[in-house]
């Protein structure tokens, strides 16, 4: 009975390449969340994804972010070109419904660190 | 001004002794309410969704005033193991359900 699964652990990256986030969600949840948290700062909605749909991306920077949710397989962060400020804990959340009332089932986050 | 603003604290409280967090939320219109405890370095997990009757489990009660737009959790005879940071979470229908996150108040428990 896995929880929410998130790989890798840890990411270290030098400015300018390209950071990956997996994350694979519990069985039986079709909702995907990707949020950052900067040190001492609370968590920051960046994107909602069900299967192979973008719901709501209003969290996204504008520029280097994209996500995806596929038929198969996990869903995806995808970060171009990494500045340093990009350094940050990645926590993937996922969800039976997204409707209200339901908390969220987190994994255990990526922490990205761009050198 | 923040939608969710809480006390960043730290709070150092003796082992034993009740402790009791408040946290403001500036949409009027949320309708669901959580607290959640995060540890160092790991991720969120829930402790305890907030009803308007309020509501206790165990050691820990969860209070809610609409009027005034703020959350309450309390925890009695505190442990060592409460010690973590404590994430007040609001969500609402005119933000497509999103949960909106306080930025948490940590608590330290001390023997």
């Known amino acids: 009975n896995a929880g929410v699964m998130q790989n890798p652990r840890h990411l270290v990256r030098r400015r300018g390449q390209e950071a990956r986030l997996r994350c694979s969600p519990m069985?039986?949840?079709?909702?995907v969340y990707w949020y950052r948290q900067l040190p001492e700062e609370g968590l920051k909605f960046m994107v909602y994804?069900?299967?192979?749909?973008?719901?709501?991306e209003s969290g996204m920077p504008k520029e280097r972010f994209s996500a995806e949710f596929p038929k198969e397989g996990p869903s995806i962060l995808r970060i171009q070109q990494v500045v340093r400020g990009d350094s940050a804990a990645y926590f993937c959340?996922?969800?039976?419904?997204?409707?209200?009332?339901?908390?969220?089932?987190f994994g255990s986050g990526t922490r990205l660190t761009v050198v | 001004r923040k939608e969710v603003e809480q006390d960043p604290g730290p709070f150092n409280v003796p082992e034993g002794a009740t402790v009791a967090f408040n946290c403001t939320y500036s949409?009027?219109?949320?309708?669901?309410f959580f607290w959640y405890r995060q540890d160092c370095r790991k991720e969120p997990k829930l402790l305890m969704s907030?009803?308007?009757?309020?509501n206790e489990d165990g050691r820990f009660t969860a209070q809610l005033n609409r009027a005034s737009q703020y959350i309450s959790l309390l925890i009695r005879d505190s442990k060592l193991s409460d010690s973590a940071t404590y994430l007040c979470?609001?969500?609402?229908?005119?933000?497509?359900?999103?949960?909106?996150w306080g930025a948490g108040t940590k608590l330290i428990i001390k023997p």
């Open positions: 959340a996922s969800s039976p419904v997204g409707v209200e009332g339901n908390g969220y089932t």
């Open positions: 907030v009803y308007s009757s309020g």
């Open positions: 994804l069900q299967k192979e749909n973008i719901i709501d």
């Open positions: 949409n009027s219109a949320s309708q669901s």
């Open positions: 979470v609001v969500q609402s229908r005119d933000s497509n359900y999103q949960l909106i």
């Open positions: 069985k039986g949840h079709s909702h």
